[in-house]
């Protein structure tokens, strides 16, 4: 069984920058991919970026260039930098584990491990 623990949500106002934190319990961590998902009041949840435990990294259209996932193995943690905040970047963020390296990483029903999930506002 893994633990997911999020942090570093908050309110920020648009142009600014958080950083989000998932730790992990557990010592298979490093073969995990990693994966952030959010989710808006009254939508479905969606895929945001996941690292791969070999180095690749995949995101959504909606943040690339200005969200940075990235991992920290012996630490057990994954972060997701988050830069350049808009109002529609508002949503829970949620940590997700997949046991698989798989190609895909973009698909939620792969990740059986999740987190409590982290609330980010982004005021106008």
């Known amino acids: 069984q893994v633990q997911l623990v999020e942090s570093g949500g908050g309110l920020v106002q648009a142009g600014g920058s958080l950083r989000l934190s998932c730790t992990a319990s557990g010592r298979t961590f490093g073969g995990y991919t990693m994966g952030w998902f959010r989710q808006a009041p009254g939508k479905e949840r969606v895929f945001v970026a996941a690292i791969h435990p070999y180095g690749g990294i995949m995101y959504a259209d909606s943040v690339k260039g200005r969200f940075t996932i990235s991992r920290d193995n012996a630490q057990n943690t994954v972060y997701l930098q988050m830069s350049s905040l808009k109002p529609e970047d508002t949503a829970v963020y949620y940590c997700?584990?997949?046991?698989?390296?798989?190609?895909?990483?973009?698909?939620?029903?792969?990740?059986?491990?999740w987190g409590q999930g982290t609330q980010v506002t982004v005021s106008s």
């Open positions: 997700a584990a997949d046991r698989f390296a798989r190609t895909t990483m973009t698909s939620l029903s792969n990740y059986v491990y």
